[in-house]
């Protein structure tokens, strides 16, 4: 079918190509990216293993979210589906099907893992009960249109095969207002649950004991976050605009180059988005170690109680000490006549004692007392 739209209505085989569809600026915008998002599940699980010893299953999904290439730019991608030989049309497809399930199954993925984050902070109250219910929804969503995507033909080769002996349906292109509605419907749902999800922890600014250091951390995931938003909207426009690759027509490797680009942009974004919260603060803390010089005060003050009626402090030991009588061993070692000594000395000692006691009421001047303020326990933690 998509053979007789394109002898229908050819393509200029002399036409030049766009930027976005050449093979240097997909892989200069895809790569470094997909590099950055792998360095940040990396750290993210590190620290959640070794150094918090606390995983959970926004992690696992955040590592299955982390798992996809860039699979058809070495078969036709970014060039006239018309003017590529049929070998290698089937070779993209058989890539193109891989890309695109992974895709919108990582979709689901990360989404979820960041809800299960939420979880992690939303304790209870309202809040915990929204992220439930979005977790509940969101994957219904996933798993449906995953299973569209890694099902699309049964059996599964017809996809790339097409030999006009198998059932296919939605993205399996059985006919082309079923393809171009279940894709334009995925990416609708898509960015309204993208903006949902990194709209929840706005809640968090209106916490009153908030410093400026979380404000400036916070407004920073969330910059990336909008981000992610926006990217998610220019995505679905670039499908509705060519009606999912088949407007004015029908090419599949000319028109999806863009729109790949920002798929892989909108994941690679969201898993870093995600994974910063966990990291960073370790992260900051090892570089402070590195480069930050801590100036440190040392003081030092006389100890003075009242004891048997005169001031008693260090420096009289020290000067009882010196004023000893002149036995060679005395000198020597600075140890008083075993004769002189008091080996209980320092029990009888009220500072020492009170200590020992913080409770006695007998030293004045040496009392410890313990203040213990309780507040309401708060519906959500930072």
């Not at 059932?167 to 399996?172: D, E, F, H, P, Q």
């Not at 870093?272 to 992260?283: E, G, H, R």
């Not at 003075?304 to 000198?331: C, P, Q, V, W």
């Amino acid at each position: 079918m998509a053979t007789e739209q394109l002898l229908a209505n050819p393509p200029d085989a002399n036409e030049p190509q766009p930027l976005y569809n050449r093979r240097e600026t997909i892989m200069g915008a895809t790569i470094p990216f997909l590099i950055i998002s792998y360095m940040a599940v990396l750290f993210r699980v590190y620290v959640r293993i070794k150094i918090i010893r606390d995983p959970g299953w926004d992690d696992f999904f955040v590592v299955l979210a982390a798992v996809r290439l860039l699979l058809p730019i070495e078969y036709g991608l970014g060039r006239h589906m018309l003017y590529t030989p049929d070998a290698t049309m089937v070779k993209y497809q058989m890539l193109f099907y891989v890309e695109n399930a992974m895709y919108i199954t990582e979709g689901g993925f990360i989404k979820v893992s960041l809800l299960f984050q939420y979880l992690r902070i939303f304790k209870a109250g309202v809040m915990r009960y929204v992220c439930l219910t979005l977790l509940v929804v969101i994957s219904l969503w996933a798993v449906s249109y995953s299973a569209i995507a890694w099902v699309p033909c049964m059996p599964i080769r017809e996809y790339w095969e097409r030999y006009g002996s198998s059932k296919c349906w939605g993205l399996g292109f059985n006919d082309e207002d079923s393809f171009v509605r279940t894709i334009e419907s995925h990416s609708a749902l898509n960015m309204v649950f993208d903006a949902l999800v990194f709209m929840i922890p706005l809640v968090l600014f209106s916490e009153s004991n908030l410093r400026l250091k979380n404000i400036l951390a916070m407004v920073g995931v969330f910059t990336v976050g909008i981000l992610v938003v926006f990217i998610s909207v220019w995505r679905l426009y670039t499908i509705v605009d060519h009606r999912a690759a088949t407007y004015p027509y029908m090419d599949f490797t000319w028109w999806a180059p863009l729109t790949l680009i920002l798929s892989c942009l909108e994941i690679n974004l969201a898993i870093i988005c995600a994974s910063m919260p966990i990291f960073w603060p370790i992260l900051e803390q090892s570089l402070a170690e590195i480069f930050v010089t801590s100036e440190v005060r040392i003081s030092s003050e006389n100890r003075a109680l009242e004891d048997a009626g005169r001031g008693f402090e260090l420096r009289e030991r020290a000067e009882s000490i010196k004023s000893t009588s002149g036995n060679s061993r005395e000198s020597l070692t600075r140890e008083p006549a075993r004769e002189t000594v008091d080996a209980y000395a320092h029990y009888k000692d009220q500072y020492v004692i009170a200590q020992v006691d913080p409770f006695g009421n007998n030293v004045p001047g040496a009392r410890v007392e313990t203040e213990i303020a309780t507040k309401p326990k708060p519906k959500w933690a930072i």
